[in-house]
């Protein structure tokens, strides 16, 4: 695709896109983000590269979502442990958030602008997804720019063209039993300079908070670098907070920060706000 000099002087800022949580057992996880009253999006199987064969084959893992009005959260989790298992490093290290994609309109203007700064970066590739569409098949297609792992400990980048946004942004898949409306902010955890370098070349879209302040801020020491925690809005931040109690699950308050334990999201703290 032929780009233009002025698309690449007008690429907007990035945009906070998703947050991507990898887990063991996929039914497991889905069944805590449920029990949140989130609504998830059906079991997409993931595909890609697999050593020793040819073409697009089948990963051990599937995904499914969370879709709001601004962002989404993504779980990922195994479904076939005798398939390949591309998140092993991942996994090792911890369960919880390892991707933090953040949204552009052109991949290659973004890439062009974003590179000079950000050498973490590797050039926009085609990545497609199938799924069944109100009873039809259809492919979801985007264009993505990776960082590369071994540069950045605190998890993957990936800065994302959505080429086919109506295929993920269902309006039956944005109607949640707790309300929630947005993903509104992302904190990573870190006490190295690089780690906050990289987040301001990504347009500053994510804070970064030292290990310590962010323990003693959420009372949990993070497996750092990583990314700590997201805040998630709520079209009735009250109505949804007597959800969760309902279910059982109550929400940490310390002066106006509300959230919830890792041990109730999957491994990361949620922010719970209302929606402005």
């Excluded at 020491?221 to 699950?249: E, K, M, Q």
Aim: with cysteine; aromatic share 8%; hydrophobic share 45%.
């Amino acid at each position: 695709m032929a780009m233009s000099a002025h698309a690449i002087t007008t690429d907007a800022p990035l945009r906070l896109d998703h947050v991507g949580a990898i887990v063991g057992d996929l039914a497991a996880a889905a069944l805590r983000w449920e029990r949140l009253g989130f609504t998830l999006s059906p079991l997409s199987r993931q595909r890609g590269a697999v050593p020793g064969q040819s073409g697009m084959q089948p990963w051990a893992t599937a995904n499914r979502c969370a879709i709001f009005g601004r962002g989404y959260l993504e779980l990922i989790g195994t479904v076939d442990a005798n398939a390949y298992q591309p998140w092993t490093r991942f996994l090792a290290r911890f369960q919880g958030l390892h991707l933090l994609a953040l949204r552009c309109h052109d991949a290659a203007a973004a890439y062009a602008r974003l590179a000079p700064k950000a050498a973490f970066l590797d050039p926009p590739v085609e990545r497609e997804r199938n799924l069944v569409y109100r009873g039809e098949a259809r492919t979801m297609r985007f264009r993505n720019i990776f960082s590369r792992d071994a540069l950045c400990p605190e998890g993957r980048y990936i800065v994302i063209e959505h080429q086919t946004p109506e295929l993920l942004w269902q309006p039956e898949l944005m109607r949640h039993d707790n309300g929630a409306v947005a993903l509104d902010q992302v904190i990573l955890v870190s006490d190295d300079p690089k780690v906050a370098a990289r987040a301001q070349a990504l347009d500053g879209v994510a804070q970064v908070l030292a290990t310590r302040a962010f323990a003693e801020r959420f009372d949990w020491s993070a497996p750092a670098p990583c990314i700590g925690a997201i805040t998630v809005a709520f079209a009735d931040l009250d109505y949804a907070v007597g959800l969760l109690g309902g279910r059982g699950i109550a929400p940490r308050r310390r002066g106006e920060e509300l959230w919830l334990d890792p041990a109730d999201t999957n491994g990361f703290v949620m922010r719970l706000t209302q929606h402005a």
